[in-house]
């Protein structure tokens, strides 16, 4: 599938894609946020969504998870409709992450990481020793190992926010879907996230975010969603995405696209009144 771009690229998007979307509407009660909406997933790769506040952004992800229902159209798992399929079959095979997610309180962060397990047990499979390995691990990947003893609501927000991701990586899916991770991080901890992401990405999982900050989107991502008002409205890698045009179509943004000078990505140099020197 081919799908074409405002800013007149074209970007192939692989049929087989574990996760798409096909002219999905989505509301809340009368309000339509995102009506007709085809998307297809690219497997193996980070796809972030990004788009102004309001956009449908958030909205489009808890449909692909199956959080939202859409009321006309189909969202495909592995080529079967999802809201058809077990909750425990989805999770299985789909990791989420959502906005400000609310532990019970008390709760210990091993206790939650260790939720991530459940999809996995049954009464012919109970806890075992690789389940509390892997859970040893997402603690361990997220840097936050010294805080399984603590319970979660004495934990600042950044510290969550990392619990959190600890406890979607021990599900074990390689299909993960992560609304605003970087929430309540600041720089340098974002950076350590979205580095993981990377991690993740490189040992085989699908990723798909949301996204405010656009220069960490474009440098974290090989393939950007921009959408305005519920629909799409460029897709693509950055390089191709990315533009001064765009930018100003999509958020109203008058801004420069210069080459990272650290990365192989666009830099994306927003101009406002102060301290601008323009030639």
Not at 23 to 39: H, S
Not at 142 to 160: H, I, K, N, W, Y
Request: charged letters at 20%; proline letters at 5%; glycine letters at 8%.
């Amino acid at each position: 599938m081919v799908t074409q771009t405002s800013t007149g690229t074209e970007c192939a998007v692989d049929d087989t894609s574990r996760l798409a979307a096909r002219g999905i509407a989505v509301g809340y009660g009368a309000r339509t946020v995102i009506d007709d909406l085809d998307v297809a997933i690219p497997p193996g790769v980070v796809t972030t969504i990004i788009g102004p506040n309001g956009c449908g952004k958030s909205t489009l992800l808890r449909t692909l998870s199956r959080l939202l229902r859409p009321v006309r159209g189909t969202v495909l798992l592995d080529g079967d409709d999802i809201v058809g399929l077990r909750t425990r079959d989805v999770a299985k095979k789909l990791g989420l992450l959502p906005q400000s997610p609310v532990a019970p309180e008390g709760l210990t962060v091993s206790d939650l990481v260790a939720r991530g397990r459940h999809p996995h047990q049954s009464w012919l499979r109970q806890w075992s020793s690789d389940d509390a390995a892997i859970v040893a691990r997402a603690l361990a990947m997220t840097g936050v190992s010294d805080l399984a003893d603590r319970p979660v609501d004495s934990l600042s927000g950044g510290q969550r926010q990392r619990v959190w991701i600890s406890m979607t990586l021990a599900q074990g899916t390689d299909l993960l879907l992560l609304d605003e991770p970087t929430t309540y991080l600041d720089l340098a901890h974002a950076i350590d996230v979205l580095d993981l992401v990377d991690d993740l990405h490189e040992s085989g999982c699908t990723v798909v975010m949301v996204l405010h900050d656009l220069n960490l989107a474009t440098r974290y991502s090989d393939n950007l969603i921009v959408m305005k008002q519920g629909a799409i409205l460029a897709q693509g890698h950055p390089r191709e995405v990315i533009t001064a045009e765009l930018l100003h179509e999509a958020f109203g943004l008058r801004a420069m696209v210069i080459d990272d000078p650290v990365g192989d990505r666009p830099l994306i140099v927003p101009i406002g009144r102060a301290h601008v020197q323009l030639g």
